[in-house]
């Protein structure tokens, strides 16, 4: 079945060429034994293989069989000296006709049978045999009437031409359709050795006699058909034996012994020709063929039917030992004569323990009576059904409860007796017991408790309900709920049933329902879908509590609440209110305009990042232990106002406690003292000496003219690299220049290294005027919207290509999110292709591996560049940002220095970490928005 799946699955072009070689192949040696001139074989395969590749494979096939039979046909006329003129429309008719005789077998097949097994039963073998009957006129009637009205034959009349077409074609089918067609049973598999010496041993027993028929002698021009009986009891022998596979093997094995046969001039049939020979073995092999396929699918029938009574035997037994139900039979008395293995797990007794023993015995003394007379009633009234419930005792001594019903079945004479079934219902006694225990609380509660259906109507109401909303129950009960609901919440309604039909609960929702005289209150309300034994929605549980008073409290709750915000936005001073963890929950307007944050921003923990580091150590320590001891507590300490500016203030914070002495946190405010510090400041300066001010004011003019002396030598470098890079850039330009024009002229000079080492040492000397000009020309950065990965992409285009032939390997790693971020292009490129170029250089030995990787971390770029080249001293790793401090032996030092400027006028900052013989990783961290520069410089 696989391979026809797949076969099913291939082109139809494909299927449609392999057919056309497949027919016309078989068909060309058919047609070897056709009447002269005519076409017409009384031996015919082509026709079976037709039908069954139509019937597997589709209908879509057909043009393969009309090409192939075309083939065929046109080869075997233009050999028996036919010109092409009349050969070709005799040969494209025959072809339809053979096309046509498969596809209206196959739709007459499949509208009389079952696709699956056409050849099952008895009656399918006379409906297949029907439609082969009917299918393969219209090739005889099509095929005949082309050859005689185009070409026709001398000596041979229409009829016998005619029969022999249809009847080659029918048995071509009946033979070869067959065997395809009850390939597909399970009967066809060979299970053991022992079945395949017997195959063997029927095939060559169904040779030997089919031989001595077809293969022997006989007084010639007679026919010795008694003969041909010998084979009926083989044919009938291998079929019972095997079904339908040893029936194909004696259809098979006479058809091609009996045309050998025939063909040889052998056999009962002999007549003048061989053709007219092969057309009575033909008829002879067409009842063979319907005689053994009948009994085939007979046998299969019968097998079939043993199957399906082991089956339902087999299933009836499993269902009776593997039923929760527990099945016993009992005689006139109450005698047990046979109870079902359930009854172990129920009542804990062995089959043994019961049979032969009264079933009263075990059952409660109190059900015995009212039992006793039940079953004197039932046995009056034969076929009578009864249904009761009872206790009986286990074997450890437990009672359960039982509910069965039984049937008189004692006039019947395959069971006489009374059949009872029965299943323990101890649990659901229980159930119900706690069920009406559960209704008598839900009864007494005082929160309405309301059951309603799917479309809302109301199936229970309790006394909390009619507290609630003032209607009884009889006023309620078969009403809809929406009564209850006031018409701005009819939505809602809609909603909440919608949620329960999708399985989800209703929890804790505050709502507004209408009470019976018209007023509204508010509820707490939980709604619960309602399911039956099967699992299926069959309505909802609403539990409401009135929360009318409670919502009043909340409202006169966030009314104190907002004069408290309004009182405390309106103070002069910051007021800050923190729980019980010690973090903030509340900041006034004032602590909100001093910090410049937004509400929420300093809850939390949030206001420690405001708190100078240097005094945050000594804040949080007094901070704590206030709240450890909860007590008052006042401390000073500087905090970042809006501008960035830190400001002295002076914070008094206060516990909070409850009514019940409960701790709810702190509640403080803070002061400006910045004036006062100052003014103290200014008095501890006036206390110093005049000879210690003059002293530390002469320490800052000297510090300051060594900055200005600094601030002048970088001016002077600036100037100098300029005079320089324009005095250089010329002759290093007419050195390339003229080693361009050297290896342009002369191509054998292309790979001269003093030429590449010069091209090399001007790209070298370029870069380093480069790095000085860079260096002296430092601006602002001019920001744009710039696709970060984009300009990583062209630095390490750059990269590659200048490290190529040391075999440097770059390798990206970028995380998704990323997009554009403020920043100047040329100066992030720069920097960019400043770090990878040094990573580039770190490999001491050819080859290597870089790698560059981006993410993005909050609101900043995070690029790191990683090499395991050779590595910086620790003792370095403070100087690579100095200007002109370089280990290399090229370079001016400054491209690091210059990176780092780049990096801090963009508000980021670089980080490099290095160990010698391990590599180097460079992290430059830029923000995705640009801050205020006012800002950046005050931090």
Same mark, same amino acid.
């Given at each position: 079945?696989?391979?026809?799946?797949?076969?099913?699955?291939?082109?139809?072009?494909?299927?449609?060429?392999?057919?056309?070689?497949?027919? @016309?192949?078989?068909?060309?040696?058919?047609?070897?034994?056709?009447?002269?001139?005519?076409?017409?074989?009384?031996?015919?395969?082509?026709?079976?293989?037709?039908?069954?590749?139509?019937?597997?494979?589709?209908?879509?096939?057909?043009?393969?069989?009309?090409?192939?039979?075309?083939?065929?046909?046109?080869?075997?006329?233009?050999?028996?000296?036919?010109?092409?003129?009349?050969?070709?429309?005799?040969?494209?008719?025959?072809?339809?006709?053979?096309?046509?005789?498969?596809?209206?077998?196959?739709?007459?097949?499949?509208?009389?049978?079952?696709?699956?097994?056409?050849?099952?039963?008895?009656?399918?073998?006379?409906?297949?045999?029907?439609?082969?009957?009917?299918?393969?006129?219209?090739?005889?009637?099509?095929?005949?009437?082309?050859?005689?009205?185009?070409?026709?034959?001398?000596?041979?009349?229409?009829?016998?031409?005619?029969?022999?077409?249809?009847?080659?074609?029918?048995?071509?089918?009946?033979?070869?359709?067959?065997?395809?067609?009850?390939?597909?049973?399970?009967?066809?598999?060979?299970?053991?050795?022992?079945?395949?010496?017997?195959?063997?041993?029927?095939?060559?027993?169904?040779?030997?006699?089919?031989?001595?028929?077809?293969?022997?002698?006989?007084?010639?021009?007679?026919?010795?058909?008694?003969?041909?009986?010998?084979?009926?009891?083989?044919?009938?022998?291998?079929?019972?034996?095997?079904?339908?596979?040893?029936?194909?093997?004696?259809?098979?094995?006479?058809?091609?012994?009996?045309?050998?046969?025939?063909?040889?001039?052998?056999?009962?049939?002999?007549?003048?020709?061989?053709?007219?020979?092969?057309?009575?073995?033909? %008829?002879?092999?067409?009842?063979?063929?319907?005689?053994?396929?009948?009994?085939?699918?007979?046998?299969?029938?019968?097998?079939?039917?043993?199957?399906?009574?082991?089956?339902?035997?087999?299933?009836?037994?499993?269902?009776?030992?593997?039923?929760?139900?527990?099945?016993?039979?009992?005689?006139?008395?109450?005698?047990?004569?046979?109870?079902?293995?359930?009854?172990?797990?129920?009542?804990?007794?062995?089959?043994?323990?019961?049979?032969?023993?009264?079933?009263?015995?075990?059952?409660?003394? /109190?059900?015995?009576?009212?039992?006793?007379?039940?079953? /004197?009633?039932?046995?009056?009234?034969?076929?009578?059904?009864?249904?009761?419930?009872?206790?009986?005792?286990?074997?450890?001594?437990?009672?359960?409860?039982? !509910?069965?019903?039984?049937?008189?079945?004692?006039?019947?004479?395959?069971?006489?007796?009374?059949?009872?079934?029965?299943?323990?219902?101890?649990?659901?006694?229980?159930?119900?017991?706690?069920?009406?225990?559960?209704?008598?609380?839900?009864?007494?509660?005082?929160?309405?408790?309301?059951?309603?259906?799917? *479309?809302?109507?109301?199936?229970?109401?309790?006394?909390?309900?009619?507290?609630?909303?003032?209607?009884?129950?009889?006023?309620?009960?078969?009403?809809?709920?929406?009564?209850?609901?006031?018409?701005?919440?009819?939505? /809602?309604?809609?909603?909440?049933?919608?949620?329960?039909?999708?399985?989800?609960?209703?929890?804790?929702?505050?709502?507004?329902?209408?009470?019976?005289?018209?007023?509204?209150?508010?509820?707490?309300?939980?709604?619960?879908?309602?399911?039956?034994? @099967?699992?299926?929605?069959?309505?909802?549980?609403?539990?409401?509590?009135?929360?009318? !008073?409670?919502?009043?409290?909340?409202?006169?709750?966030?009314?104190?609440?907002?004069?408290?915000?309004?009182?405390?936005?309106?103070?002069?001073?910051?007021?800050?209110?923190?729980?019980? *963890?010690?973090?903030?929950?509340?900041?006034?307007?004032?602590?909100?305009?001093?910090?410049?944050?937004?509400?929420?921003?300093?809850?939390?923990?949030?206001?420690?990042?405001?708190?100078?580091?240097?005094?945050?150590?000594?804040?949080?320590?007094?901070?704590?232990?206030?709240?450890?001891?909860?007590?008052?507590?006042?401390?000073?300490?500087?905090?970042?106002?809006?501008?960035?500016?830190?400001?002295?203030?002076?914070?008094?914070?206060?516990?909070?406690?409850?009514?019940?002495?409960?701790?709810?946190?702190?509640?403080?405010?803070?002061?400006?003292?910045?004036?006062?510090?100052?003014?103290?400041?200014?008095?501890?300066? *006036?206390?110093?000496?005049?000879?210690?001010?003059?002293?530390?004011?002469?320490?800052?003019?000297?510090?300051?003219?060594?900055?200005?002396?600094?601030?002048?030598?970088?001016?002077?470098?600036?100037?100098?690299?300029?005079?320089?890079?324009?005095?250089?850039?010329?002759?290093?330009?007419?050195?390339?220049?003229?080693?361009?024009?050297?290896?342009?002229?002369?191509?054998?000079?292309?790979?001269?290294?003093?030429?590449?080492?010069?091209?090399?040492?001007?790209?070298?000397?370029?870069?380093?005027?480069?790095?000085?000009?860079?260096?002296?020309?430092?601006?602002?950065?001019?920001?744009?919207?710039?696709?970060?990965?984009?300009?990583?992409?062209? %630095?390490?285009?750059?990269?590659?290509?200048?490290?190529?032939?040391?075999?440097?390997?770059?390798?990206?790693?970028?995380?998704?999110?990323?997009?554009?971020?403020?920043?100047?292009?040329?100066?992030?490129?720069?920097?960019?292709?400043?770090?990878?170029?040094?990573? %580039?250089?770190?490999?001491?030995?050819?080859?290597?591996?870089?790698?560059?990787?981006?993410?993005?971390?909050?609101?900043?770029?995070?690029?790191?560049?990683?090499?395991?080249?050779?590595?910086?001293?620790?003792?370095?790793?403070?100087?690579?940002?100095?200007?002109?401090?370089?280990?290399?032996?090229?370079?001016?030092?400054?491209?690091?220095?210059?990176?780092?400027?780049?990096?801090?006028?963009?508000?980021?900052?670089?980080?490099?970490?290095?160990?010698?013989?391990?590599?180097?990783?460079?992290?430059?961290?830029?923000?995705?928005?640009?801050?205020?520069?006012?800002?950046?410089?005050?931090?």
């Amino acid at each position: 079945m696989t391979s026809l799946k797949k076969l099913q699955q291939v082109s139809t072009g494909r299927l449609c060429v392999a057919i056309a070689i497949l027919y @016309a192949l078989i068909a060309y040696g058919s047609l070897q034994l056709a009447f002269e001139g005519t076409n017409a074989s009384p031996v015919w395969p082509p026709s079976g293989i037709a039908f069954s590749v139509i019937w597997f494979l589709g209908y879509r096939v057909w043009p393969g069989i009309w090409l192939g039979a075309f083939i065929a046909n046109m080869l075997v006329f233009i050999h028996n000296g036919w010109t092409p003129v009349p050969a070709f429309p005799v040969s494209a008719l025959i072809g339809a006709g053979n096309s046509v005789e498969a596809l209206f077998g196959v739709f007459l097949l499949r509208s009389f049978t079952e696709e699956t097994g056409p050849l099952s039963k008895i009656r399918d073998i006379f409906k297949f045999v029907f439609a082969v009957l009917v299918a393969c006129l219209s090739s005889a009637t099509i095929g005949t009437s082309a050859v005689y009205f185009i070409h026709p034959a001398a000596g041979i009349s229409f009829d016998m031409v005619w029969f022999t077409w249809w009847l080659g074609d029918v048995i071509g089918i009946l033979v070869i359709a067959s065997m395809f067609l009850t390939y597909h049973r399970k009967s066809w598999q060979i299970s053991s050795v022992q079945q395949a010496l017997e195959v063997v041993l029927v095939g060559i027993v169904l040779i030997i006699v089919n031989g001595g028929v077809f293969m022997g002698r006989f007084p010639e021009y007679g026919f010795h058909s008694h003969v041909t009986y010998l084979i009926l009891p083989f044919a009938i022998w291998s079929t019972y034996r095997f079904g339908f596979p040893g029936a194909i093997l004696s259809i098979l094995t006479t058809s091609i012994v009996a045309v050998c046969g025939s063909i040889n001039h052998l056999g009962p049939f002999l007549g003048q020709r061989v053709q007219e020979d092969l057309v009575i073995v033909q %008829c002879f092999m067409g009842v063979i063929a319907v005689t053994v396929l009948t009994l085939a699918a007979a046998l299969y029938e019968r097998q079939k039917a043993e199957e399906d009574i082991k089956y339902n035997e087999a299933r009836f037994r499993s269902l009776v030992e593997n039923s929760f139900e527990v099945i016993a039979m009992v005689d006139r008395e109450g005698k047990v004569v046979y109870t079902s293995p359930p009854t172990k797990n129920v009542l804990g007794y062995d089959n043994s323990e019961l049979i032969g023993h009264s079933m009263f015995e075990w059952m409660h003394p /109190e059900d015995v009576p009212g039992i006793l007379e039940i079953f /004197e009633g039932l046995l009056k009234t034969p076929g009578a059904i009864v249904h009761t419930v009872c206790r009986m005792q286990r074997k450890n001594g437990s009672w359960c409860w039982l !509910e069965g019903s039984g049937c008189n079945l004692l006039h019947q004479p395959a069971v006489e007796a009374v059949v009872i079934n029965y299943r323990d219902i101890t649990e659901r006694k229980k159930y119900e017991e706690a069920r009406v225990h559960f209704a008598s609380i839900v009864e007494s509660s005082d929160e309405a408790i309301i059951s309603k259906s799917l *479309d809302g109507t109301i199936t229970s109401w309790n006394r909390g309900a009619e507290k609630l909303y003032g209607y009884t129950s009889e006023e309620m009960i078969g009403r809809s709920i929406e009564v209850l609901v006031p018409e701005d919440k009819k939505e /809602e309604l809609a909603e909440i049933f919608q949620d329960l039909e999708e399985g989800r609960k209703i929890e804790l929702l505050e709502t507004i329902r209408q009470r019976k005289d018209g007023s509204l209150i508010d509820v707490l309300l939980t709604v619960s879908p309602l399911h039956n034994d @099967a699992g299926m929605l069959i309505g909802a549980s609403s539990i409401a509590r009135n929360i009318t !008073e409670r919502k009043k409290a909340q409202l006169a709750i966030e009314e104190s609440e907002r004069r408290f915000r309004t009182m405390a936005d309106t103070a002069p001073v910051m007021i800050w209110m923190s729980g019980e *963890d010690g973090l903030y929950s509340f900041c006034n307007k004032a602590w909100l305009v001093f910090t410049g944050q937004s509400v929420g921003d300093d809850f939390g923990d949030g206001w420690r990042k405001r708190i100078h580091p240097d005094d945050l150590s000594r804040c949080m320590k007094v901070y704590l232990k206030a709240f450890k001891s909860r007590e008052e507590f006042t401390l000073d300490y500087r905090l970042k106002r809006a501008d960035g500016v830190y400001r002295w203030v002076l914070d008094t914070g206060v516990p909070r406690f409850s009514y019940n002495g409960y701790f709810g946190g702190f509640i403080g405010s803070c002061i400006d003292i910045t004036e006062r510090k100052m003014a103290e400041e200014i008095l501890r300066r *006036d206390k110093e000496s005049l000879e210690q001010l003059v002293d530390e004011r002469s320490k800052e003019l000297i510090k300051t003219q060594k900055e200005l002396k600094q601030f002048s030598r970088l001016a002077d470098i600036g100037t100098l690299a300029a005079t320089v890079a324009h005095e250089l850039r010329n002759p290093l330009g007419v050195i390339h220049l003229a080693a361009y024009n050297l290896k342009k002229e002369k191509a054998e000079l292309n790979a001269n290294k003093h030429l590449v080492n010069i091209e090399k040492k001007v790209w070298e000397g370029n870069q380093i005027i480069d790095n000085l000009l860079s260096y002296a020309r430092i601006k602002i950065p001019n920001y744009e919207n710039v696709r970060i990965l984009n300009v990583l992409d062209e %630095c390490v285009a750059s990269a590659q290509g200048r490290f190529a032939e040391k075999g440097i390997i770059i390798e990206k790693k970028y995380d998704d999110g990323m997009d554009f971020i403020e920043a100047d292009p040329n100066q992030i490129r720069e920097i960019f292709l400043n770090i990878i170029n040094n990573a %580039c250089q770190a490999f001491a030995a050819p080859g290597g591996k870089v790698e560059v990787s981006a993410r993005l971390e909050g609101e900043q770029v995070r690029v790191s560049v990683r090499d395991k080249g050779v590595g910086i001293a620790q003792e370095d790793l403070d100087k690579v940002f100095e200007p002109f401090f370089t280990r290399k032996s090229k370079g001016t030092g400054l491209g690091l220095t210059i990176c780092n400027e780049l990096v801090n006028l963009h508000q980021g900052k670089i980080e490099i970490s290095s160990r010698l013989g391990e590599g180097t990783t460079v992290c430059v961290f830029l923000p995705v928005h640009r801050r205020n520069y006012a800002e950046t410089t005050h931090h």
